[in-house]
């Protein structure tokens, strides 16, 4: 795969995405029973730990995975090494990064300012859609269009670019080993849907989303059906697809690009005909969408996005990459090793995604546990975060491995939970982590006192209501960190420029000898602060470009006479 294809996708990452819609069709598959302990939410506060063991219908239901007859795949092994690919939020890159290199990936490279190329084994793969907190989509690379042998069985040249739906439908067809990814005719089929993503302008034949992704579905089931007798072919699930499938693909000019402008009667048609595309498919590792969601901003019992969340409110991705990049998760690891504590602040708290995500840090709790827990279905479908995509396909981790993993994660939360919770070596009534939040809207504060309480923090996150010029905290100096998303610009409309101004008198009056980020993405409502930055990172979402700014607050001197 060339760095050009992957920094295209790094940009790419953020655009519109159609999804092929189907009806899906129930699929034939072995039923297993894990007996690992489930971990689920009790519906007001913090998180159970059970057996599943043989006693509830329910988990029946929520454990088809691989085709019927095939044995599972024994591919975890450190040998056997993938390409995978992961998106985030625009600037978060070096934060993803980070966290890729931590958990033992290799050849880790950035590309853009939204993405991150890295390898490692399947058992990395699931250890990443398990913890990782910044990134949006994990994805392997199954085929490129660009990689070296692009020829199929009619000596075509694929790395020379697609022109066209047929050009396309064969690339697929020679490229993608069908038997691994989807099944054969020994057993049962895997379920699949596909998804388009385009950086720029491809051929006219590609530009529609809906039947780009119809002929790489077609092709697949085509392949498919050719390799058994009974002509059986793979269901689409648009929900919780087996294999969920996204095609990236990128325009490109070939030729010298010279032309008679004064001939503009041709111009287009040869336009057309320079242009053509190069394409990679990816599968990605996890369902449910982006991986940004933990669930306990949710209100309803399923993956719907409709569920009530504060209009300003930020994605938690964002939340946890500020609060990495902030250095927190640093703090916490410090107070663990000498006992002297950690406290984070916020003092304009919204619907609380920065103290949640800090306590969740704190705690060691997996983002992927969260949205576990949160998951919820009144028809007995199957939790898709508890068996993802990736343990289902032919030639990937084992049932067992991710159950591994899970396992470690749940102990690692009790523990964390635990220590988060203790008093302070030597500290009095202070416990070793404490995050105190604010807000003074109602209604935001409704929101966070509701998240807190789904993440199953409200032990770690203490919520105040009220104007933060009215707030008074206890913090450790040097071992205390502020952090706020205030009112800026289109984010919302009233009163900013007060609520600035009492941030600033609240800073000044409890943050000496302490660091602050603040969030803006209006640099006239920063100069409110009337304080120097240390530090400034990049930061875009949606339309929006923010800076996330940091400012050492230093004690005053006191004055001798």
């Known amino acids: 795969m060339s760095l050009q294809s992957v920094f295209t996708l790094a940009v790419a990452a953020i655009f519109f995405t159609r999804q092929y819609d189907a009806q899906a069709l129930s699929c034939n598959r072995h ?16 998180w159970f730990i059970d057996d599943d063991n043989d006693s509830s219908s329910r988990d029946d239901k929520h454990q088809e995975l691989r085709g019927q007859d095939e044995p599972y795949a024994t591919s975890s092994s450190e040998e056997d090494i993938r390409s995978y690919f992961a998106t985030c939020i625009p ?21 853009g300012t939204s993405g991150v190329r890295f390898e490692g084994s399947p058992k990395l793969g699931l250890t990443t859609i398990l913890w990782c907190r910044t990134a949006h989509k994990v994805m392997e690379l199954v085929a490129s269009s660009l990689s070296d042998g692009g020829y199929d069985d009619f000596g075509s040249n694929y790395s020379e670019g697609i022109r066209n739906r047929d050009d396309l439908y064969q690339f697929v067809k020679s490229a993608i080993h069908t038997p691994s990814l989807l099944g054969d005719g020994s057993g049962g089929l895997l379920t699949l849907s596909v998804n388009t993503i385009y950086a720029s302008k491809v051929p006219k034949e590609l530009c529609h989303g809906h039947f780009t992704a119809l002929t790489v579905k077609n092709s697949l089931v085509d392949a498919v059906r050719e390799l058994r007798d009974d002509g059986d072919r793979p269901d689409v699930d648009v929900n919780d697809a087996d294999v969920p499938l996204v095609a990236f693909i990128r325009g490109r000019r070939v030729g010298n690009g010279r032309r008679d402008w004064r001939q503009r009667d041709s111009f287009e048609s040869e336009e057309e005909e320079d242009l053509v595309a190069d394409v990679d498919l990816y599968i990605c590792l996890h369902s449910g969408g982006s991986a940004h969601r933990r669930g306990y901003r949710k209100n309803s019992s399923n993956d719907s996005d409709d569920a009530v969340i504060h209009r300003a409110a930020m994605k938690e991705s964002l939340a946890a990459g500020l609060l990495l990049s902030a250095g927190w998760d640093k703090l916490v690891q410090a107070a663990r090793g000498d006992g002297k504590g950690a406290v984070l602040v916020d003092p304009m708290a919204g619907s609380a995604t920065l103290p949640v995500e800090a306590a969740l840090i704190a705690c060691d709790m997996a983002p992927g546990l969260s949205r576990i827990a949160s998951w919820r279905s009144g028809n007995g479908n199957r939790n898709p975060h508890r068996y993802p995509p990736a343990i289902r396909w032919k030639d990937f981790a084992d049932l067992a491995t991710w159950d591994e993993l899970l396992a470690d994660a749940k102990s690692r939360a009790l523990a964390g939970m635990k220590f988060a919770n203790s008093p302070m070596e030597n500290g009095g009534n202070n416990v070793n982590v404490s995050i105190y939040c604010n807000e003074k809207n109602p209604g935001a504060a409704q929101l966070a006192r509701s998240s807190i309480k789904n993440a199953g923090v409200s032990k770690t996150v203490l919520l105040s ?23 800026w610009g289109k984010r919302l409309s009233q009163d900013i420029d007060d609520s600035w101004v009492n941030l600033r008198e609240f800073i000044r009056r409890e943050a000496p000898g302490c660091e602050v980020w603040v969030l803006s993405g209006n640099k006239d409502l920063t100069k409110i602060l009337r304080m120097k930055k240390s530090k400034s990172l990049a930061i875009k979402t949606a339309e929006e470009d923010l800076k996330w700014l940091q400012y050492h607050v230093f004690k005053k001197s006191e004055v001798t006479t």
């Open 465 to 487: 209501e009220g104007d933060c010029i009215d707030w008074n905290i206890p913090v450790i100096p040097s071992r205390t960190i502020f952090v706020s998303n205030p009112p």
């Open 91 to 111: 600037g978060l890159h070096e934060v993803l990064a980070n966290e890729l290199t931590s958990f033992g990936a290799s050849n880790v490279e950035t590309q």
């Open 31 to 46: 039923l297993l029973r894990p007996s690992n302990p489930s971990l689920r939410a009790n519906g007001h506060d913090d």
